[in-house]
């Protein structure tokens, strides 16, 4: 089965810059956009990226995407506190007909 | 402003059905998609399926079609998601989603419903 494929976590210090990266194939990314999600601790998603690097009203541009081939990654830069939070990729999927979620990355901010 | 208010917790037995709202307001709902997506504590996200508002058309994921009903009543702006033959596996937050197309980005999200299936 097609996934979409997250480092389960990443670290980084204030004010620094962090990517998460998303990894999947020919019948998703590699074929579709992709969005990313931010979700806070116990409350919804968010959506952070759309369409592999465009940003929302009122999402900060320290947040930014982009993608090559079969891969995407999504980029904070000046790290706050208040980015640590969980982050999905996600893309429609050709082949099983459905929307596919990556497994979440943690973004823990030292 | 886009806003989706769901439907508070439910507890069900195994077996039963369960049935989440999902009220839309600050847009227009019958020029929208509704999408449905459950998170399990500690899982990634699942798509549920969609329901394109005006003209009712629906799809859903290949392991849910037999047990989801995805409706909605466009006098209330508001969108239904029933899950049948509840099994402990689908106790998870339930979440409905607005997008502006099947294939969008989904723009707002509800709140969450949580579902708990007990035995």
């Known amino acids: 089965q097609s996934v979409l494929t997250q480092p389960p976590s990443v670290s980084e210090a204030p004010r620094q810059r962090v990517t998460i990266s998303c990894s999947g194939s020919s019948s998703n990314i590699g074929n579709n956009a992709v969005n990313w999600y931010q979700q806070l601790p116990g409350k919804a998603p968010k959506l952070l990226i759309y369409?592999?690097?465009l940003l929302p009203s009122g999402v900060s541009d320290r947040f930014s995407g982009s993608k090559s081939g079969t891969s995407a990654s999504l980029a904070i830069s000046g790290l706050q506190s208040e980015d640590e939070a969980d982050y999905y990729c996600?893309?429609?999927?050709?082949?099983?007909?459905?929307?596919?979620f990556g497994g979440g990355t943690k973004l823990t901010v030292l | 402003q886009m806003r989706l208010v769901q439907s508070g917790p439910e507890v069900k037995k195994s077996g039963t059905s369960v049935n989440v709202s999902c009220q839309a307001s600050?847009?227009?709902?019958?020029?929208?998609?509704v999408q449905w997506v459950r998170q399990a504590r500690g899982q990634r996200l699942e798509w549920i399926g969609w329901?394109?508002?005006?003209?009712?058309?629906?799809k859903y994921a290949h392991g849910f079609q037999e047990r989801v009903t995805i409706t909605r009543d466009m006098s209330t702006g508001t969108a239904y998601m029933e899950l049948s033959s509840l099994r402990s596996e689908d106790t998870a937050v339930y979440y409905c989603?607005?997008?502006?197309?099947?294939?969008?980005?989904?723009?707002?999200w509800g709140q969450g419903t949580l579902v708990t299936v007990s035995s």
């Open positions: 989603a607005a997008a502006k197309g099947p294939y969008n980005w989904f723009d707002t």
């Open positions: 369409f592999d690097n």
């Open positions: 996600a893309s429609w999927d050709d082949s099983l007909k459905l929307w596919l």
């Open positions: 329901i394109v508002v005006g003209s009712g058309d629906t």
């Open positions: 600050g847009f227009t709902f019958s020029n929208s998609v």
